[in-house]
């Protein structure tokens, strides 16, 4: 692993221990999820991960610089 990529898994690990009990249950469900998949299912899941993501930032932070439409 990369140290650009080990510090991006420290990222996420520290988000994730942040998050209260009912995020992290959350969290380790969908990872899971996704660790059981086929790789069809893991790209539908991934698409929907962006969509999701993509529509939050929307109504969050609407014309946040970077954004593409």
Do not use: Y
């Not at 698409?47 to 609407?62: D, G, L, T």
Request: glycine share 10%; net charge positive.
């Amino acid at each position: 692993m990369s140290k650009a990529d080990k510090g991006t898994v420290q990222g996420v690990l520290l988000q994730f221990a942040h998050l209260g009990t009912t995020g992290q249950d959350q969290f380790i469900g969908m990872m899971n999820e996704f660790l059981l998949s086929s790789p069809k299912q893991r790209r539908a899941l991934t698409s929907q991960w962006k969509q999701h993501v993509a529509a939050n930032e929307q109504i969050c932070c609407p014309g946040k610089p970077g954004q593409h439409s």
